[in-house]
């Protein structure tokens, strides 16, 4: 099992920069492919970026393609999600996830509690 802890959200404005860490404990966290997910207010969470479990493969809803990065640092049992030129539609609690089983949306197992994004126009 992974427990996973996020931090770094709060107040950007629209078209600064903000990174979210998701740090991880337990199990061998470079078994696990890793990734972000949103939600906003009133609307289903969405896959926002995955990463493979060696950093090698990266994934990304077209929504964030182009402005939003992820990786990881295995030694660091860390998992980072680099926001650029964010837009106020990304305002959301934002989670890190776990997988065991491969980088696709529906195939995580491990969830952190969230960290409150939100983006000023």
């Known amino acids: 099992q992974v427990q996973l802890v996020e931090s770094g959200g709060g107040l950007v404005q629209a078209g600064g920069s903000l990174r979210l860490s998701c740090a991880a404990s337990g199990r061998t966290f470079s078994s696990y492919a890793m990734g972000w997910f949103r939600q906003a207010p009133g609307k289903e969470r969405e896959f926002v970026a995955a990463i493979s479990w060696s950093g090698g493969s990266t994934y990304y809803a077209d929504s964030v393609k182009g402005r939003f990065t992820i990786s990881r640092d295995n030694a660091k049992n860390t998992v980072y999600l680099q926001m650029n030129s964010p837009k106020p539609e990304d305002t959301a609690v934002y989670y890190c996830?776990?997988?065991?089983?491969?980088?696709?949306?529906?195939?995580?197992?491990?969830w952190g509690q969230g960290t409150q994004v939100t983006v000023s126009s």
């Open positions: 996830a776990a997988s065991l089983n491969g980088m696709g949306p529906g195939r995580y197992d491990y």
